[in-house]
């Protein structure tokens, strides 16, 4: 799940609720991983919330998941694996 920063100057708090400090302003276009979920609040960083208005928030939940890349051979594959079941005494 992302959020999507659709106005300038949104706060983002120390926690999920409007007694939290202010800890820096989100710019329209910035986008976050949404890390969890509280009453209406988006934790998007260590420490860093911002509460959904569909005014200013879009929330996209078909983000893709990103690919992890594999190495081409494994250790336990390839060329090494070659060398010890090759190797004779």
Known sequence: MELV???DGINVRSGA???H???RKASKGDRYKVLAVKNGW?????GE???YNP???KINYNVPKEEVQKPKDDITGGWL???FVNYTV
């Not at 988006?42 to 260590?46: H, I, L, R, S």
């Open 17 to 19: 609720d409007l007694e």
């Open 55 to 57: 005014s200013w928030i």
């Open 42 to 46: 988006y934790k998007v960083g260590n």
């Open 49 to 51: 919330w911002i509460f």
């Open 81 to 83: 694996r070659d060398i």
């Open 21 to 23: 400090h202010i800890v």
């Open 5 to 7: 920063v659709n106005g």
